[in-house]
């Protein structure tokens, strides 16, 4: 059994408590707006992206019956379904990293993990509710899936598609750390059938690389686009973000340029946030600190607002608040839009988020409980929610705003409610603020509602979720 401490990641903590910089001014520019905020556009802790609806800290554990209760029903006949894997092993912790990964772990006590997933797998492939199913898309996320070996990959995938068959899989979407990428492994990837790749490039100076606690350099970066380049992947994604840690305005333009010249089928951009459990969030409470030591919001939206505007010149077109695509005609997400339309999401491995029914759950948060439980032949969940009717209306209506443009009409036809009625004082009030439009039944966000979509998205949550983020 994995053993759930982590050495490594203590230590990474108490050294970065010596290492934090201090906020650089960031260089003036003409071309969004000033670069000097009022004190409250400050980046303070706290999770702003809205991920889903309900907020999870409204998931409990008092309420995972409701899960076994939708895995006995009949399979449902118009639901997709999705399966997702979490592969929590790490060359490095970032600084600002807040999800379960693990650092210190032997190829012995990452061959038990990748077993008790495909024992999860099994158990749930016995359900009634998932029996016979083949996913639409698969997504393995971490923490590094490319860190696993080649031998490891294909052990897992191939025994996952026995479970869960894939030859009707429109999506194989993976995550990879560039320095974790050989042309062998690569190659390994797209046999087993990624179709989508996602790198983790964040940004290509070193110093920033190393200043975030980032594992790779921009060299490794280079190298791993080309190899991806040469093996025929669908698409290839590189992930950038804005704000970090000694990130400056000359840098930032520098970092999209460079990605512009690499040419990838899309790019997802993220303004930097400091969740409560990082390193960084830590250090900041062990100083005292209210602002987190990164760029201010509007200096954030103002940079990735320049980077919309500079890949749009290069053929580029903005298909969501953060991602910009070279083909939307070829280049889909279907994870992505798949759950943003209520599909089913069979998520396995620690502290994995999935979905049946609308009844959302988040199995156990540590390695040890999760292969106590899955070694006991016992769904290793942690907590759940089982939503209502409104409320899986919200969170569908609120996760496709994230697009920029939406016709309301297939959400009023799948729930009879309409969204421009139901949030007509909502809607009035942004649009007078001068961040969306509302034309018949299509609302569009511009470009500065699009790049603080997620602070707009609370004023759609009923009142008793409301302040859910800063808890």
Wanted: charged residues 25%; proline residues 5%.
């Amino acid at each position: 059994m994995i053993e759930s401490t982590n050495d490594a990641e203590k230590n990474a903590e108490s050294a970065l408590a010596t290492q934090l910089p201090e906020v650089r001014t960031p260089l003036e520019s003409d071309d969004h707006g000033s670069a000097n905020p009022a004190d409250d556009d400050k980046t303070e802790a706290g999770n702003y992206f809205v991920a889903n609806y309900p907020p999870f800290s409204f998931w409990k554990p008092e309420l995972k019956p409701s899960v076994e209760e939708v895995l006995e029903r009949p399979a449902p006949e118009d639901t997709k379904l999705g399966v997702y894997f979490h592969i929590p092993f790490c060359r490095k912790r970032c600084h600002f990293c807040y999800f379960r990964v693990y650092t210190d772990k032997n190829a012995g006590e990452i061959n038990a993990y990748i077993q008790a997933g495909l024992k999860e797998f099994e158990m749930y492939s016995k359900k009634p509710y998932l029996a016979g199913r083949k996913p639409q898309f698969v997504y393995f996320g971490g923490g590094t899936p490319s860190y696993l070996s080649v031998q490891q990959l294909q052990d897992l995938t191939g025994r996952m598609k026995d479970l869960f068959p894939w030859d009707e899989t429109e999506e194989v979407a993976f995550e990879a750390e560039p320095g974790t990428l050989t042309e062998k492994k690569l190659e390994a990837i797209r046999e087993i059938g990624v179709t989508r790749l996602s790198l983790g490039v964040e940004s290509f100076d070193d110093g920033i690389l190393e200043t975030n606690g980032r594992a790779h350099r921009s060299k490794e970066a280079y190298r791993a686009i080309d190899f991806a380049k040469t093996l025929g992947f669908e698409q290839l994604n590189i992930d950038l973000i804005a704000g970090m840690m000694n990130e400056t305005e000359d840098n930032w333009k520098r970092c999209v340029d460079i990605a512009i010249e690499q040419q990838p089928d899309c790019v997802t951009i993220y303004q930097m946030e400091i969740p409560y459990n990082t390193t960084i969030f830590k250090q900041m409470q062990e100083s005292g600190q209210v602002t987190a030591p990164v760029a201010d919001w509007p200096t954030k939206r103002r940079w990735v607002s320049w980077a919309f505007d500079r890949f749009q010149q290069a053929g580029y077109t903005v298909n969501s608040a953060y991602t910009v695509v070279k083909n939307p005609d070829t280049v889909k997400f279907v994870y992505r839009d798949s759950l943003w339309t209520g599909s089913d999401l069979l998520s396995a491995g620690v502290a994995s988020f999935g979905e049946f029914g609308g009844v959302h759950y988040q199995n156990q948060a540590d390695v040890g409980p999760y292969m106590m439980e899955v070694d006991a032949g016992k769904l290793p969940i942690f907590r759940a929610y089982p939503t209502n009717e409104e409320e899986r209306f919200i969170r569908e209506f609120i996760l496709q705003l994230k697009l920029g443009q939406l016709d309301v009409s297939g959400v009023r036809e799948k729930y009879g409610i309409d969204p421009i009625k139901r949030f007509s004082k909502e809607l009035a009030e942004i649009e007078s603020e001068g961040f969306l439009t509302v034309d018949g039944d299509v609302i569009t966000l511009n470009r500065e509602g699009l790049l603080q979509v997620d602070r707009l998205l609370h004023g759609f949550f009923l009142n008793h979720h409301r302040d859910a983020r800063y808890t």
